[in-house]
């Protein structure tokens, strides 16, 4: 049964109303493989397939986060369509909170807690121990009114914050959950809020940063310049929040500014991997040294990996994985021959100001092994290209994929129709691969956001 709610309450925008958003859904649908029944049962080894319960799941959400706490598994948050049926919609965020289990599919929570955004991020930390705890935040959220200060010029012509207003605030703040009681509010970043940010957890920290936001929003941002005064672009700023004293503190910032990067801590080190920056799309692969407050590079996609963007990524049993996502086009595309980025470019316009990627021609997935400092590409997820902005989990072994977006096109900027929205949500078997890594032995569940 399809499964059905409102996202935005606001507006009621049913999209169970609409079906599909466009007539190619039938046809991009790719079945999983059928067992007739001879024979031995097929193993559960290296295959994708359709996960139980999202069979049909054409919910049209983009930049949902998805996780996993005591076993149980949550999506919160959203991006909602900008057209549907053809119809131009003002951009909207979701405050959709649902809880899944392959038994009994999706169950409504109610509104999310902490309200409606999209471009959200977070992370769990100590997964699968007795003292697991989700920190999420950031992202974006629409108000009814332009009520928000803003950084920009007051009447007097001052740069300053209250110098517009806004009804679209970025955000900059972090909350946690225990799976169990309410939702606490934390100290939010002192730095500027953002969009798309990395964001990952290890034991006692959080780390959070890059992304995009607005410049010039500190006396101290280091791009601060009468060019920049009012406008947002990519940060390259790193923070961490530690726990136990429930502060922030700034550290060394990236390499390259970047936003939607993917961010993992297979062995409770910080990791940040790809995103892009105008027109440069990166593969590379960057670790935090807490003792010299340094960023190391490491290997990068090999071969002809592309760099990525958009994606969603995980950690389990102490490896990493990046699953999905968008890169230059292929055609439009061309090669980093000015050392720019690490991968293909984004065609430079006249301009020079083109700020986006489209789908991969499948849905692309790596495995990231800390202890080698080497990548394994696997079994792509079998839709007919890659997802923009989808989601993820780990569950019993199982990584779930679903929600997101296939964009398609050689326009600069394909309008939202020509965007093919999935139907359904897949899984792939984790557990032989990651049986060859000893887990924790303080671990009660195998499960990992």
């Not at 399809?2 to 859904?25: I, Y």
């Not at 974006?140 to 110098?163: H, I, K, M, S």
């Not at 970043?189 to 940063?209: E, S």
């Not at 897949?426 to 032995?441: E, F, H, Q, V």
Request: glycine letters at 12%.
């Amino acid at each position: 049964m399809q499964p059905c709610f409102t996202l935005n309450r606001k507006a009621d925008l049913d999209l169970c109303q609409f079906g599909s958003s466009t007539d190619m859904h039938g046809l991009l649908t790719l079945l999983p493989p059928i067992w007739l029944g001879f024979g031995s049962v097929p193993s559960r080894e290296g295959k994708w397939e359709v996960a139980p319960q999202m069979e049909r799941v054409d919910w049209n959400l983009t930049h949902a986060f998805a996780f996993v706490l005591g076993a149980k598994a949550y999506f919160a948050t959203g991006t909602l369509p900008v057209s549907v049926d053809g119809v131009s919609l003002a951009e909207d965020f979701s405050d959709a909170f649902y809880h899944y289990s392959p038994e009994d599919g999706f169950k409504n929570l109610g509104p999310f807690p902490a309200g409606k955004r999209g471009y959200a991020i977070g992370s769990v930390m100590n997964p699968g121990t007795d003292h697991e705890m989700l920190y999420f935040g950031f992202g974006q959220t629409r108000l009814p009114e332009a009520t928000a200060l803003r950084w920009g010029n007051d009447t007097n012509g001052n740069y300053t914050l209250g110098g517009q207003m806004t009804a679209y605030p970025r955000l900059a703040d972090l909350w946690r959950w225990d799976g169990q009681g309410d939702w606490e509010q934390l100290p939010s970043c002192p730095g500027i809020g953002r969009t798309h940010p990395a964001f990952v957890t290890v034991p006692g920290k959080v780390y959070a940063g890059a992304g995009f936001g607005e410049l010039c929003a500190q006396s101290n941002w280091e791009n601060c310049g009468t060019d920049t005064a009012g406008k947002s672009d990519n940060l390259r700023d790193m923070w961490v929040f530690e726990v136990d004293n429930m502060n922030w503190s700034s550290i060394s910032p990236l390499p390259q500014r970047r936003h939607h990067p993917f961010a993992f801590s297979p062995d409770n080190h910080a990791y940040v991997f790809g995103g892009h920056d105008r027109q440069a799309v990166y593969k590379s692969l960057s670790r935090y040294n807490v003792s010299t407050n340094t960023w190391t590079q490491l290997a990068s996609l090999p071969g002809q990996g592309q760099g990525r963007v958009a994606g969603t990524q995980f950690s389990h049993k102490g490896l990493a994985y990046v699953l999905g996502g968008e890169a230059a086009s292929l055609t439009r595309g061309t090669p980093d021959v000015n050392g720019v980025g690490d991968g293909i470019r984004l065609l430079n316009l006249s301009n020079g100001t083109l700020d986006e990627h489209r789908g991969m021609p499948t849905g692309e997935f790596w495995r990231y092994n800390p202890a080698g400092d080497a990548w394994q590409k696997l079994p792509p997820m079998p839709d007919f290209q890659s997802r923009w902005a989808m989601s993820s989990f780990v569950l019993e072994d199982y990584v779930y994929g679903m929600f997101g977006v296939f964009r398609f096109g050689d326009d600069a900027r394909p309008p939202p129709e020509t965007w093919v929205w999935p139907t359904n949500g897949y899984r792939y078997y984790l557990g032989a691969a990651a049986d060859k890594k000893k887990s924790s032995p303080n671990k009660k569940h195998k499960s990992r956001a």
